[in-house]
């Protein structure tokens, strides 16, 4: 069937038909708008950013190249997006989920550990450290490209996936121990880790709608690409931060000359091993939230939304809390941890709860937002225990430990989410009673079961 068409003069007397906008080009110009749209909030987001003496200290650039790396993550996680996961079938989605929580938690078991020690070693050399760390993701961005631009087996996309994890996290603990040394005057530790949790919630968002139309428009290699520069970029801005982000002091030799080698969390202020047993438990629940959810709405749709509509309800709910988190976590996030967790941890038990006994856009929409709400208040409080009460020559080890045990949290919650079965009421049950115990731990009830984290005051 023909296709009418408006239709024009030509020079010669001819008529011709007029081209209607193909849909590659209407996505082109809504493209180009969210570039020029983000580019102006860019700007104003780095007046904000450099407001309070950040500018002066070296703040504002670390928390520029903090967003710059989050957003390249982002366009990594969206162009591997559809090739892991959602686009398989729940049977065999199970078994590469697994597989790819297997893959994350077991090198991070050995790798984290020394991770830490190492870095404290290079105490002189911590801009260096961070800028490896994007060199390698770009370099790794651009391998995965050619990967899924050749065709390769899905699963050959492991290593590479697993190698940007990795570089991930040693510049999530270089980072977090680089923080106190550009803290201008006025500024408490809070805020500023407040300020780097703002820009790793914006930035993904503004740099994963961008991946979507550029692998939409040009595939999934050239989105890559982008990712890569994008951690160029933020190498280049590692190289250029102040000096005094190396670090003054020595290391302390002795603690990694011993055969072991090793910081126990056992050996760190008390009020750190209570504030990561707290925010385990919440990391715990998020994993599960995010693996369990996914598998649930394959079965259980909300309020008749689509599958993917109601993905993106779970996701904008994580995305939203987040943000309200990092917001009100910078004016609370500093109390003791005896004060901060016990609500935190029973604000997290009575959502979800309300998930399993009333399961529907409510309740998972309030669960999404509290859950991520509390753990972000709760990292916050965290980071700024051990910034405040661990030294700066073993602070780095701490963070590898703590940030170890985060995501073996993180992967533990996943792995429980993918193995129960879709009924709503049976998975949220087995969540609250997780959750139960981990508010009992905080009260002082009982101890909760043994994560790896045992502390004690020194």
Not at 12 to 22: A, F, N, T, V
Not at 210 to 228: D, E, Y
Not at 413 to 427: C, K, N, R, S, W
């Amino acid at each position: 069937m023909a296709v009418e068409t408006d239709e024009r003069d030509r020079p010669d007397g001819r008529r011709q038909p007029l081209d209607e906008p193909s849909a590659g080009r209407a996505l082109l110009h809504v493209l180009v708008a969210l570039i020029r749209g983000s580019a102006r909030g860019v700007r104003r987001l780095r007046t904000w950013n450099r407001r309070g003496g950040a500018g002066r200290s070296g703040l504002a650039g670390l928390v520029e190249l903090h967003a710059l790396q989050a957003a390249g993550d982002a366009v990594v996680a969206v162009a591997l997006a559809g090739t892991i996961f959602f686009g398989a079938s729940t049977s065999e989605a199970r078994g590469r989920v697994a597989l790819y929580l297997l893959i994350t938690m077991a090198p991070f078991a050995v790798v984290a550990p020394l991770l830490g020690p190492l870095l404290d070693r290079f105490a002189h050399g911590r801009r260096f450290a961070l800028a490896l760390t994007m060199v390698a993701r770009a370099v790794l961005a651009v391998t995965l490209g050619h990967a899924l631009g050749g065709g390769i087996d899905e699963l050959a996309l492991f290593p590479a996936a697993l190698g940007v994890l990795v570089a991930g996290k040693a510049y999530s603990v270089c980072r977090s121990s680089a923080v106190p040394r550009l803290l201008p005057q006025g500024m408490t530790l809070v805020q500023a880790n407040s300020r780097l949790t703002v820009a790793a919630v914006v930035s993904p968002a503004i740099a994963g709608s961008v991946a979507i139309g550029l692998t939409k428009l040009f595939g999934h290699q050239n989105s890559l690409r982008f990712g890569a520069a994008l951690y160029v970029i933020a190498a280049v801005l590692s190289a250029r931060l102040p000096r005094t982000a190396d670090g003054g002091r020595a290391t302390r030799a002795a603690e990694h000359a011993a055969g072991r080698g090793l910081l126990r969390l056992s050996n760190v202020h008390a009020e750190v091993g209570s504030a990561l047993r707290a925010t385990a438990a919440m990391r715990w629940l998020a994993g599960f939230l995010l693996l369990y959810g996914a598998f649930v709405l394959r079965h259980h749709r909300l309020s008749g939304l689509s599958h993917n509509l109601s993905l993106a309800v779970l996701a904008a709910g994580i995305g939203v809390g987040n943000l309200l988190g990092t917001t009100v976590g910078a004016r609370i996030a500093g109390r003791p941890t005896k004060q901060l967790a016990p609500p935190l941890l029973m604000s997290s038990l009575v959502v979800t709860l309300f998930a399993a006994l009333d399961f529907g856009l409510v309740s998972l929409t309030v669960l999404a937002v509290v859950s991520s709400a509390t753990v972000a208040m709760a990292k916050l409080g965290l980071d700024a225990a051990i910034q405040q009460r661990v030294d700066d020559d073993v602070r780095t080890s701490t963070f590898a430990r703590s940030e170890t045990a985060l995501q073996l949290a993180w992967v533990a919650g996943g792995a429980i989410g993918i193995v129960l079965p879709t009924e709503p009421i049976i998975g949220f049950l087995m969540a609250s009673l997780v959750m139960a115990a981990a508010v009992a731990n905080a009260y002082g009830v009982t101890p909760l079961a043994k994560t790896g984290v045992r502390a004690r005051a020194r």
